[in-house]
């Protein structure tokens, strides 16, 4: 079982374990040892106060275990997947922590082929991480500079881009872009700023604490006020390290990633592009959004939360399209990984190419009433050995069988427990939503 690796990296508040000095340098001691000698990284990092330092301790680490370190500064998770596979790296590492709020911070690891670690490779790391701290129990004085950011790396990225969806136009629309303070405020200027139309771009002023503040993808309400006071066509919010994306359609509406799907699907399918006629999602995807599908004659396959998990999924079944209700979108034909720059671009060209607005191309999609609650809690024991949980659980299914759905699972990158609850009935659905909640808390709540 994997102690430091959640769903998405390693994530922890920044300075304590397990992102503490001394591990962050085991980390890339680890790392480089299992990349082997005359391995080479590329690292990028997002926003946060943190990653600095984080960058620099991992830095040193992986040119003690032998590797070379290359810097792409401020950028984005998926810009350092492709920067790794574009040039050969043997690894791309990203110093993130994603939506999480700025004290956190995390470390991503890609393979040299631009996708996330398997699980099994993420688990002989961790044994790597052991064997490093247990060889040098003191923090010690290592060459801690990072090299000089290539800014052509950046450039380069935009242009894969600007090259993966081609003929792409604003059509003189304004839309609104909310960088939520993170790393596509590095990006996202530059991306949008020639395809002719007005572009607004919010939140574009990182400080180091103000990443996801009141803003991004944790916050779609913002962008949607925004389209609303703007009198913009469409508004696009990412989070920090924007690899993901969610929208506002004309009227204001939040644009989730289930309805960015099915504008998606039914557009490549009209092209001959969904291979199978089938979309990847997951255990959170609206059971609306299937229904929508259906009617399209498309099917849709489930996986386990978390978009490596979905890509899994997609890369098994022969899936062009899949992704998360949060936002991660992934378009394996175009990139090894959920980029919500990619999202924004290709979303922007089936309005362009459709002639319709955003809120006209999902305007069937009739979404059973879904609540998420999130619990916070001391440890992640299995929810099965909790009595009055299992209970809780038990009743809900039984009431709602086949008009609604019961998720509990826990958050991959935080101390969470997640109780969704989908039903016809919203009385039904806010009501074992909370017994679950309550029973959870009084078991492992802080």
Request: proline content about 3%.
């Amino acid at each position: 079982m994997r102690k430091l690796f959640g769903t998405d990296g390693i994530r922890a508040v920044a300075g304590e374990a397990p992102l503490d000095e001394r591990t962050v340098r085991a980390v890339g001691v680890a790392l480089a040892t299992k990349l082997g000698k005359g391995s080479s990284v590329v690292m990028g990092m997002d926003t946060r106060e943190s990653g600095p330092w984080i960058a620099a301790t991992l830095a040193a680490g992986l040119r003690e275990g032998g590797a070379t370190v290359a810097n792409a500064g401020v950028i984005t998770t998926p810009a350092v997947a492709f920067l790794a596979r574009k040039h050969g790296f043997s690894a791309g590492v990203v110093i993130s922590a994603s939506h999480n709020p700025w004290r956190d911070n995390g470390i991503k690891v890609f393979g040299g082929d631009g996708y996330k670690l398997p699980d099994a490779v993420e688990m002989e790391i961790e044994a790597e991480i052991e064997k490093a701290l247990a060889a040098d129990g003191e923090t010690q004085n290592h060459d801690d500079a990072l090299p000089e950011v290539n800014e052509s790396f950046r450039a380069e990225y935009v242009r894969f881009l600007l090259e993966a969806v081609p003929g792409i136009s604003l059509d003189n629309r304004k839309v609104v872009i909310d960088c939520a303070n993170g790393a596509a405020s590095a990006v996202a200027p530059q991306l949008f700023e020639h395809l002719g139309g007005t572009v607004e771009v919010t939140h574009a002023s990182p400080d180091g604490l103000n990443i996801n503040e009141q803003c991004g993808a944790l916050h779609p309400e913002i962008v949607a006020a925004e389209v609303k006071v703007r009198g913009a066509s469409m508004g696009m919010t990412f989070d920090g390290d924007a690899d993901r994306a969610l929208f506002a359609d004309e009227h204001g509406n939040v644009v989730n990633g289930d309805a960015v799907m099915l504008a998606c699907a039914r557009d490549m399918q009209a092209r001959g592009e969904l291979d199978g006629d089938v979309v990847v999602a997951t255990t959170m995807s609206n059971m609306g959004f299937e229904a929508a599908l259906k009617r399209s004659g498309i099917s849709m396959l489930r996986a386990p939360v978390g978009d490596k998990y979905v890509l899994e999924e997609m890369r098994r079944s022969g899936a062009a399209l899949g992704g998360e209700q949060s936002g991660h979108v992934l378009f394996p034909a175009r990139a090894t990984t959920g980029d919500g720059l990619l999202t924004a671009l290709m979303v922007l060209d089936v309005v362009h190419r459709s002639g319709k607005t955003l809120g006209e191309l999902i305007a069937d999609l009739k979404n059973y009433p879904q609540v998420i609650l999130n619990v916070k809690v001391r440890e992640k024991v299995p929810l099965d050995s909790l009595p009055d949980v299992v209970a809780m659980i038990r009743a809900a299914e039984d009431e709602l069988r086949d008009s609604g759905r019961v998720v509990i699972r826990y958050s991959g990158t935080e101390a969470l427990a997640r109780v969704m609850i989908e039903a016809e009935s919203e009385d039904a659905m806010r009501r074992h939503a909370e017994a679950i909640a309550g029973a959870i808390r009084a078991e492992l709540g802080i």
